[in-house]
């Protein structure tokens, strides 16, 4: 009879709760729909500067929550990344729902206006990146930037062949030009 208490006993405390169960359905939520996600170690911010990243956040379609690091890794894990020996002490994550690349800006400036959060590793494309390649990530030109740039190097060779075109019809409009003048000076 005792081994038979023990035993509900046992089972009762690794059931996961409700509240668990509920939460860990919202992280998987989250981290289905995300394009990027980026942790960062939260300690020291107050509440007005986590609620002040919130906004920024959500007007470029991504958000900061904090979350168990447990149910962070079982929804990691239903995406195929094991990153539990990274996800040790207090952390937040930044879910990127359109352009990360934005998500990490917008944590770069906040980081430089405040010097806080810290960067700890994110998931970019699948994969785990190390912070050194977030705060490289940062420094990219924006998604509109780069493409601005590549219409313009797909538009230099058309705009130059237009450029030698144009010079051509420019010299032979002089050199009808000269003829005229010495027509009119012959005459």
């Known amino acids: ?17 409700q509240r668990n169960t509920q939460l860990l359905e919202e ?17 020291g ?11 920024q956040l959500s007007e470029i379609e991504s958000e900061i929550a904090v979350t168990k690091n447990t149910l962070m890794n079982i929804a990691l ?35 430089k206006k405040h010097s806080l959060p810290t960067i700890k590793f994110g998931i970019f494309e699948g994969k785990i990146i190390e ?13 509109e930037i780069l493409l601005g740039k590549l219409v313009g190097i797909l538009n230099a060779p058309v705009s130059k062949f237009v450029y030698v075109l144009n010079g051509n019809i420019v010299k032979l409009a002089l050199v009808l030009k000269e003829i005229e003048k010495k027509k009119a000076a012959s005459v």
């Open 1 to 17: 009879m005792l081994d038979t208490v023990h035993g509900i006993l046992n089972t009762k405390k690794f059931m996961p709760s």
């Open 27 to 43: 992280v998987k939520d989250k981290a289905s729909r995300a394009t990027g996600m980026f942790f960062v170690d939260y300690s």
């Open 45 to 55: 911010l107050t509440h007005q500067q986590l609620e002040e990243m919130r906004k």
């Open 77 to 111: 894990q239903e995406k195929k990344i094991d990153a539990k020996e990274l996800l040790q002490g207090p952390y937040a994550t930044l879910f990127s729902y359109e352009d990360p690349l934005k998500t990490i800006k917008v944590l770069a400036a906040f980081i």
């Open 131 to 143: 912070t050194e390649m977030v705060n490289k990530l940062a420094t990219l030109p924006s998604r």
